[in-house]
């Protein structure tokens, strides 16, 4: 069963993010609050949990689109092949928020994504999914909870999250209403940037 976890996003409790934190490094299933939509991640690290976020998604662990949340725009020269300063200032001026950006992935892959050329790359303007990377040491993986043909309350309401995701995961943070419009998914990996959807985060780049 899922325990839901109220956390404030103004005051986020250091204590009940390590407590968190330290179940997800042992493998739990975590859906939180970004700037987005809820979402349902673990610790990049953990392949137990990493097989079940896929299976829970119904795709194969090393064809699955996932995103990496990170701390900060620092974090991602460990995972984010060398960008030009064009892209960086796209990086720079947009994050935090509500985007995902595709980026050139390396040779620090997590090894289940080592076939993997590029990475979504999500920094959230939300002090409650930053914190949780924070406590756990390293990103996230994470994908959107947000389901087009389920009624919009299920995905933005965490008491009914909680009872809909119940026996798939081991905790749900309530960090109050969540939003109903996913990010915006920007393709950083050419030599002009591609919208590949268009959701919170505004195109004007």
Not at 27 to 46: E, K, M, Q, R, S
Not at 121 to 131: E, F, T
Not at 139 to 162: A, M
Request: hydrophobic content about 35%; aromatic content about 6%.
């Amino acid at each position: 069963m899922a325990q839901l976890v109220r956390i404030y996003e103004d005051n986020p409790s250091p204590k009940e993010l390590q407590r968190i934190a330290k179940a997800m490094k042992d493998g739990a299933l975590v859906i939180y609050p970004t700037d987005t939509v809820y979402g349902l991640g673990c610790d990049i690290n953990h392949k137990g949990a990493l097989e079940k976020v896929a299976k829970i998604r119904g795709v194969k662990l090393e064809k699955a689109n996932f995103s990496f949340i990170c701390e900060s725009l620092s974090d991602l020269s460990e995972y984010v092949s060398q960008i030009d300063t064009a892209t960086f200032k796209i990086l720079k001026r947009n994050l935090p928020g509500p985007y995902t950006f595709i980026l050139p992935g390396n040779n620090n892959l997590p090894s289940v994504f080592k076939k993997k050329k590029t990475v979504g790359i999500r920094v959230p303007d939300n002090s409650i999914a930053i914190g949780l990377v924070q406590a756990l040491g390293n990103p996230i993986i994470s994908t959107s909870i947000k389901d087009e043909d389920e009624v919009i309350e299920y995905t933005t309401d965490p008491s009914l999250i909680v009872e809909k995701w119940d026996k798939l995961v081991d905790y749900v943070i309530d960090g109050g209403y969540g939003d109903n419009v996913a990010s915006t998914v920007i393709d950083l990996t050419g030599d002009e940037p591609v919208l590949i959807r268009e959701g919170k985060g505004s195109v004007e780049l």
